[in-house]
C-alpha cells in the first residue's frame, strides 16, 4: 500500500493513482503532484525553517563534540549565524550525504558556512551574493587577496575613508572596480555600528579615531583573509539573483542549500540588497514547490521571527530558537 505523504491518497503500485520514480526512490501522486520516498529515513530529503525569536527563552541547545571555529569571517554581519553554527550543524545530514556541498544563496558574512569548510563538514563550499561590494570581496579573497591585504597593512582608515566607502555603496558601486568595491563593503562593514551598512560609523560623525577603530584589527583580518585564500580552491564565488541559483542549485542530491534571506521587517535598513514582501512571497513559493514536487539538495531556511511568516510557507519543519543580539 502506497500513501502519499502530502494528502492522504493511498492506493497500490498497480494504480493509476501513482506515478514510479524510474529511479526506484518513490513515486508521485497524481491528486497533489507530491512526491514520496519508499524509505522516508534513508532517503527523505529535508525542508527546515528555523526562525529566531528574540523574545524567546528556550536557546537552542545542541550537544555534540564537534568543535568549530566561529569567527573565521571578516565581516561583522547584521544577522550573522555565528552564535548559533552548533545547532545549523546539528541540521546536515551528514550521514546521509548530504554534505557534500553547501550552497549558500545569501552568503552575506558567512560565518556557518565557512566554520563547516573548516571544520570538514563540507568538501564544497559555494557563496553566493547579489550585493556586488560582498561578492567582490569573496571573490578577491579567493583569487587577489593580496590587493586587500595591502591595503589594510598601510591604510589606517579615517572618517573621511568611512563616508567616502559608503557613498559608494549607496551609489550602487557605480564607476568602480572590484578591487574598490569590496575594499568599501569591506571599511563600512568593520567601522560602522553592527557592520551596518547604512548606519553611522562607530563612535559617530565626529567621534575620534579610536572609537572609529575599535573594530578594525588589521593582523586579524589578515589572518583571516589568508585563511579563506588557503581553501579557495574548494570554494565558489557568484553573484547570481539567489532565486535562478537556488532553481538550479536544488538538484545536487549530495549538497544542502543554506538559506539566510534579509530579514523581513527590518531589511532595508540593514543591507544594501533587501528583500520586499513579494520577494519573500516568491522564494517561499519557490522552495515549497521544489520539495514538495522533487527529490532534491536539503533546505534550510533561516528567518528573523515576524508574525508575517506565519502560514507562508507549508512544507517546511519549523522550529523556533532564542537568538541573542548584539552591537
Not at 528574540?54 to 571555529?69: A, G, M, R, S, W
Not at 546539528?90 to 558556512?113: M, R, V, Y
Not at 571599511?187 to 575620534?208: D, E, F, H, T
Request: with cysteine; net charge negative.
Amino acid at each position: 500500500m502506497l500513501i502519499c505523504e502530502f494528502c492522504g491518497a493511498s492506493g497500490t503500485e498497480e494504480d493509476d493513482d501513482f506515478q514510479l520514480d524510474s529511479n526506484g526512490f518513490g513515486f508521485w501522486c497524481e491528486d497533489c503532484d507530491g512526491f514520496t520516498y519508499f524509505d522516508q529515513i534513508k532517503n527523505r530529503h529535508r525542508f527546515t525553517l528555523i526562525l529566531e525569536k528574540k523574545e524567546h527563552t528556550n536557546e537552542p541547545l545542541v550537544i555534540t563534540d564537534q568543535k568549530f571555529n566561529k569567527r573565521l569571517s571578516p565581516y561583522r554581519y547584521p544577522g550573522g549565524k555565528s552564535k548559533i553554527v552548533q545547532y545549523l550543524y546539528s541540521h546536515l545530514q551528514i550521514q546521509n550525504s548530504k554534505t557534500k556541498k553547501l550552497i549558500s544563496p545569501f552568503a552575506g558574512g558567512a560565518s556557518f558556512e565557512l566554520a563547516m569548510l573548516h571544520a570538514g563538514v563540507i568538501e564544497e563550499l559555494h557563496l553566493n551574493d547579489l550585493d556586488l561590494g560582498v561578492f567582490a570581496l569573496w571573490w578577491t579573497i579567493k583569487y587577489m587577496p593580496f590587493e586587500i591585504i595591502e591595503r589594510i597593512r598601510t591604510i589606517t582608515p579615517n572618517h573621511q575613508d568611512y563616508f567616502k566607502a559608503q557613498s559608494i555603496i549607496k551609489n550602487d558601486y557605480l564607476g568602480v572596480d572590484l578591487i574598490e568595491a569590496a575594499w568599501s563593503s569591506l571599511l563600512v562593514n568593520r567601522l560602522a555600528y553592527s557592520g551596518i551598512v547604512k548606519a553611522n560609523p562607530l563612535g559617530g560623525k565626529n567621534g575620534g579615531l579610536e572609537k572609529l577603530l575599535s573594530r578594525w584589527n588589521p593582523k586579524e583580518l589578515i589572518r583571516k583573509i589568508e585563511y579563506i585564500h588557503s581553501v579557495s580552491d574548494r570554494i565558489e564565488v557568484t553573484q547570481e539573483n539567489a532565486i535562478d541559483l537556488i532553481e538550479e542549485a536544488y538538484w545536487q542530491d549530495e549538497a544542502t542549500i543554506f538559506i539566510d534571506p534579509p530579514y523581513v521587517q527590518k531589511g532595508k535598513d540593514l543591507y544594501h540588497c533587501f528583500y520586499t514582501e513579494k520577494d519573500h512571497r516568491e522564494l517561499s513559493f519557490l522552495l515549497d514547490s521544489l520539495h514538495y514536487g522533487c527529490p532534491g539538495a536539503d533546505i534550510i531556511v533561516t528567518y528573523d521571527y515576524n508574525k508575517w511568516l506565519n502560514g507562508l510557507y507549508e512544507y517546511p519543519k519549523v522550529e523556533v530558537i532564542g537568538r541573542i543580539y548584539s552591537a
